[in-house]
T-cell receptor, first 111, second 113 residues
Framework: GESVGLHLPTLSVQEGDNSIINCAYS??????FIWYKQESGKGPQFIID?????DKRQGQRVTVLLNKTVKHLSLQIAATQPGDSAVYFC??????????FGTGTSLTVIP | DTAVSQTPKYLVTQMGNDKSIKCEQN?????MYWYKQDSKKFLKIMFS???????INETVPNRFSPKSPDKAHLNLHINSLELGDSAVYFC????????????FGQGTRLTVV
């Protein structure tokens, strides 16, 4: 069942600022956590994942932080651009099963 | 070339009808999925197929029946449509079952009236 949640349903940031999108999870057995981006009218698109034995992973302009102590995951986007406006989903992958998405956070970038 | 394509993009139909949504992937992936996204953007997996075999069936009414004629296709047939079936349905694929990176189609917006 659904066990992934997000703290904020909407987030507005000024272009050029950094964005932080938060996510809480509940299943300690999850082995991967994943972030997806969904632009309006399109399907979700993979951004980055992080294995449960890591606490930080960096990609291009994005950083994912994992805090297993408090079961918290965040996605940081550096120098946010208008093209970053989208709904962002975190998901957790349970071994032997399939990953489960949260409801999503809508990010709006203000020019 | 579209990696994961689903048809139709929009589908409006009356309650009680039967309809199908088709999905094809040209990525050579072994695993395909159907997801349902409701009006609040909640994205929930419905089915997962690996090499034409059903892997996951997530508490979906048996009015929904997936069919995978080959590993590049996963179609979704829905019988006796209900108002609550209105949603956007996404097909996706991944190289292997359990991969974190899945490739999604553009979605099919189903409206039941």
């Amino acid at each position: 069942g659904e066990s992934v949640g997000l703290h904020l349903p909407t987030l507005s940031v000024q272009e050029g600022d950094n964005s932080i999108i938060n996510c809480a999870y509940s299943n300690s057995a999850s082995d991967y956590f994943i972030w997806y981006k969904q632009e309006s009218g399109k399907g979700p698109q993979f951004i980055i994942d992080i294995r449960s034995n890591m606490d930080k992973r960096q990609g291009q302009r994005v950083t994912v932080l994992l805090n297993k102590t408090v079961k918290h995951l965040s996605l940081q986007i550096a120098a946010t651009q208008p093209g970053d406006s989208a709904v962002y989903f975190c998901a957790e992958n349970i071994p032997g099963n399939q990953f489960y998405f949260g409801t999503g956070t809508s990010l709006t970038v203000i020019p | 070339d579209t990696a994961v394509s689903q048809t139709p993009k929009y589908l409006v139909t009356q309650m009680g009808n039967d309809k199908s949504i088709k999905c094809e992937q040209n990525l050579g992936h072994d695993t395909m999925y159907w997801y349902k996204q409701d009006s609040k953007k909640f994205l929930k997996i419905m089915f997962s197929y690996n090499n034409k075999e059903l892997i996951i069936n997530e508490t979906v009414p048996n009015r929904f029946s997936p069919k995978s004629p080959d590993k590049a296709h996963l179609n979704l047939h829905i019988n006796s449509l209900e108002l609550g079936d209105s949603a956007v349905y996404f097909c996706a694929s991944s190289l292997r079952h359990g991969d974190t990176e899945a490739f999604f189609g553009q979605g099919t917006r189903l409206t039941v009236v």
